[in-house]
């Protein structure tokens, strides 16, 4: 079973940055894809980012795409999500979740698709 924290939330200012962290226990992270999500109030939660086992592949939604960047280290058993030119709109509590059999292609990741997840944290951008 493998299980997942989140952790690296916080306020920040429109134009700041946060990393995201997602660090995981009780198998290898290196065999599972990893997606990262989030949830606004009142909407339904959505795939951002994925990257593939071993990093194979990345791949990020058109509304983060050039402003966040995924990244894993395997030793670490932790996967990053770099948040650059934070928007008011990027408010949302966010989380990681992990795969064994899910590939990360270039359409948004599928909360249905992923197993495990990870507790979120919570991402204010406020002046």
């Known amino acids: 079973q493998v299980q997942l924290v989140n952790s690296g939330g916080g306020l920040v200012q429109p134009g700041g940055s946060l990393r995201l962290s997602c660090t995981a226990s009780?198998?290898?992270?290196?065999?599972?894809?990893i997606g990262w999500f989030r949830q606004a109030p009142g909407k339904e939660r959505e795939g951002i980012a994925c990257?593939?086992?071993?990093?194979?592949?990345?791949n990020y939604v058109d509304s983060v795409k050039g402003r966040f960047s995924i990244s894993r280290d395997d030793a670490k058993m932790t996967v990053y999500l770099q948040m650059n030119s934070l928007k008011s709109e990027d408010t949302a509590i966010y989380y990681c979740?992990?795969?064994?059999?899910?590939?990360?292609?270039?359409?948004?990741?599928?909360?249905?698709?992923?197993?495990?997840w990870g507790q979120g944290t919570q991402v204010t951008v406020s002046s």
């Open positions: 009780g198998y290898n992270l290196n065999y599972y894809a």
């Open positions: 990257i593939g086992a071993s990093g194979s592949s990345r």
């Open positions: 979740a992990a795969d064994f059999e899910v590939l990360c292609l270039p359409s948004p990741p599928h909360k249905d698709d992923y197993q495990f």
